[in-house]
T-cell receptor, first 113, second 116 residues
Framework: EDKVVQSPLSLVVHEGDTVTLNCSYEVTNFRSLLWYKQEKKAPTFLFMLTSSGIEKKSGRLSSILDKKELSSILNITATQTGDSAIYLCAVENGAGANSKLTFGKGITLSVRP | KAGVTQTPRYLIKTRGQQVTLSCSPISGHRSVSWYQQTPGQGLQFLFEYFSETQRNKGNFPGRFSGRQFSNSRSEMNVSTLELGDSALYLC???????????????FGQGTRLTVV
């Protein structure tokens, strides 16, 4: 059965801290790994990673995929209270028309002023 | 460009009733996926539709069904509601071309279903 595991389950930091969120997976026919941020309802897309070792960056957020270790990390530097959210990792698995997203349970990040 | 639109936003139903949720994807997106999100289980895949055909299905009972129309809008139906069906139901749309290039999925705001 396909599995995506995120850690830690929750995290409390202070503004300005740097955090690293982890995602590991066991899926058949890996196609891509995606990170989402969910603040209230709609998860919003952050990154899609398909190649190992290539860092994707957007402002204070960055992410990298390690296909050998079957894992990815999401880094947030200089955290702000607005970064407080649930961070979801999802893996697209399957081939062609049978691909689907399998999600982890999410990491709840709380950033205190 | 409008995002993914889900209606209604909130719904309260009683046990045994049935419910239909609607999702309008981003214009040009032909794939619509449905997910159930609960605090204990996280986001769980229900099913995916592409060009009016169900391509993939998660591990949910037959009470959960869906369909997609020719304009790519999708509906999800849950019959004989149970208390445990209370959840946030999210739909996501993507280009999901049948080539091998992965594409990201964009989510709607969800429908919060409460079964009493």
């Amino acid at each position: 059965e396909d599995k995506v595991v995120q850690s830690p389950l929750s995290l409390v930091v202070h503004e300005g801290d740097t955090v690293t969120l982890n995602c590991s997976y066991e899926v058949t026919n890996f196609r891509s790994l995606l990170w989402y941020k969910q603040e209230k309802k709609a998860p919003t897309f952050l990154f899609m990673l398909t190649s190992s070792g290539i860092e994707k960056k957007s402002g204070r957020l960055s992410s990298i995929l390690d296909k050998k270790e079957l894992s990815s990390i999401l880094n947030i530097t200089a955290t702000q209270t607005g970064d407080s959210a649930i961070y979801l990792c999802a893996v697209e698995n399957g081939a062609g028309a049978n691909s689907k997203l399998t999600f982890g349970k999410g990491i709840t990040l709380s950033v205190r002023p | 460009k409008a995002g993914v639109t889900q209606t209604p936003r909130y719904l309260i139903k009683t046990r045994g009733q049935q419910v239909t949720l609607s999702c309008s994807p981003i214009s040009g997106h032909r794939s619509v996926s449905w997910y159930q999100q609960t605090p204990g289980q996280g986001l769980q895949f229900l099913f995916e539709y592409f060009s009016e055909t169900q391509r993939n299905k998660g591990n949910f009972p037959g009470r959960f069904s869906g369909r997609q129309f020719s304009n790519s809008r999708s509906e999800m139906n849950v019959s004989t509601l149970e208390l445990g069906d209370s959840a946030l139901y999210l739909c996501a749309s993507s280009l999901a071309t049948l080539g091998q290039v992965p594409t990201e999925a964009f989510f709607g705001q969800g429908t919060r279903l409460t079964v009493v």
